[in-house]
């Protein structure tokens, strides 16, 4: 097969809406954290169905001061899966915690459960579950874990105290869109952060959320403030609020952080919140699209919707279910990355494929390199031989192309490519 197209990995979808949007802020003369951002924490909340959201400039950020809002600090332990990217863990570390790290499971891209209840401590404040790829986790598992383990649990402050258990906050950078037994990721866990960041299937070029349940006893609004405070250096008023007359005064009560998203931001995300359910609608398609087109390969593809089978008929025989909990649950991805595990390979064969697919103009990647294999992490004391499940979904996974940017023509070279590569 010679080389035909260029095809990039995640290229953001921008179209003349966005544009648009971002031109009418910039003439606007207000350009920075403003009514558009204020809309848009307000669309988002009611799209996910939860009781708030606060807009950040990263999930990072949004996960980080989810940390600090529910008071997780020095001395406090949280669990997080070896198989994912280092913002999920990195934020743990920035608050002063203790980072543990639980495998995922056997064949599975998900968290062990199983794991996480054996790792849990009267230290324990929080469980970071990652929706890895827009597939969201068992959060009946991750509560009745939680409520089972109660009596360890150590309050400290007002909000851990009304919760009264692990705190789940879930890094659901993938998960933007997708729901399980027909709740939205979003409303699921304790609080949810979200991606924005220019690969993902919904953004604002950098940026985040943080959205999440209203916990009995405590205000809605008051977890609001926090976020906002925490967001931008501990002041008491936004800029906007200080532009009204008279009310240029405020108070510092707190040395905080900066990290708040601007209106250009906020502009392209509403934009993006019309187009939201075709682009969804449209990764479907291409999924479906892959996986009947590697049926005859030796490979297993994350399932990212629970009727897949039906719609897939014989090639739905290569599908590797990710949650793996038995449940049978109804489940929809949000379809953000394709996941391709090559039956009985090596490191080395899974290196030697994406070469060949770059060379025939197919940009691929790896979902994930686990963390217990970066420096950092083993500097923290992990050793990936504690990790074999993580280790080998990572020996030979490649992930292929997965954007709304993509024409039908180029799945099809995409499939091509990828049969002529691992079959040739």
């Keep these: 097969m010679e080389k035909t197209m260029d095809i990039r990995f995640s290229p953001p979808d921008i179209t003349e ?89 056997k064949d599975s891209f998900h968290i062990d459960y199983d794991a996480v209840e054996a790792a849990v401590t009267e230290n324990t404040k929080a469980i970071i ?58 409303e699921c866990a304790d609080f949810t952060a979200y991606s924005f960041h220019a690969v993902k299937n919904f953004t604002t070029g950098e940026g985040g959320a943080i959205t999440w349940r209203h916990i009995d006893g405590i205000d809605d609004a008051d977890i609001y403030k926090q976020f906002m405070l925490l967001s931008l250096h501990g002041q008491s008023k936004d800029a906007l609020a200080k532009t009204q007359l008279g009310a240029w005064e405020y108070d510092i009560v707190a040395p905080y952080y900066k990290c708040n998203m601007t209106d250009i931001m906020a502009a392209i995300g509403l934009a993006q919140m019309k187009r939201y359910p075709g682009m969804l609608a449209r990764r479907k398609h291409i999924i479906n699209e892959y996986t009947k087109g590697l049926a005859d390969c030796n490979v297993k593809v994350l399932k990212h919707y629970s009727d897949q089978d039906e ?34 390979q090596t490191p080395e064969y899974r290196n030697e494929a994406i070469k060949k697919m ?23 004391g992990f050793k990936i031989e504690d990790y074999p499940n993580a280790y080998e979904r990572y020996a030979n996974e490649i992930t292929l192309p997965l954007h709304t940017c993509l024409t039908d023509e180029e799945v099809e070279y995409v499939i091509a490519a990828f049969n002529s590569v691992v079959r040739g």
């Design 17 to 105: 809406e966005e544009i648009q949007a971002v031109a009418e802020v910039m003439r606007s003369g207000w350009i920075t954290t403003g009514p558009k951002t204020k809309q848009l924490e307000k669309e988002i909340a009611a799209y996910v169905h939860s009781a708030g959201c606060a807009c950040l400039n990263s999930e990072t950020a949004a996960l980080e001061c989810a940390l600090r809002v529910c008071g997780i600090g020095e001395g406090d332990e949280v669990i997080v899966p070896a198989y994912t990217y280092t913002a999920s863990a990195s934020v743990v570390c920035h608050v002063g915690a203790k980072l543990v790290l639980v495998d995922i499971a």
């Design 129 to 186: 579950p990652v929706d890895i790829a827009g597939v969201m986790v068992d959060y009946d598992r991750l509560r009745t874990i939680a409520e089972a383990k109660k009596s360890l649990f150590r309050p400290s402050g007002d909000l851990q105290s009304a919760v009264g258990r692990i705190l789940i906050i879930t890094d659901s950078a993938h998960g933007f869109g997708a729901s399980r037994k027909g709740f939205m990721s979003g």
């Design 311 to 344: 719609q897939l008929g014989s090639a739905s025989s290569i599908l590797l279910d990710s949650v793996d909990d038995g449940t049978g649950d109804e489940y929809v991805s949000s379809g953000h990355l394709y996941l391709v595990n090559l039956v009985g």
């Design 358 to 380: 770059a060379q025939l103009g197919v940009a691929t990647n790896v979902h994930y390199k686990p963390l217990p294999m970066h420096t950092a992490y083993k500097n923290l």
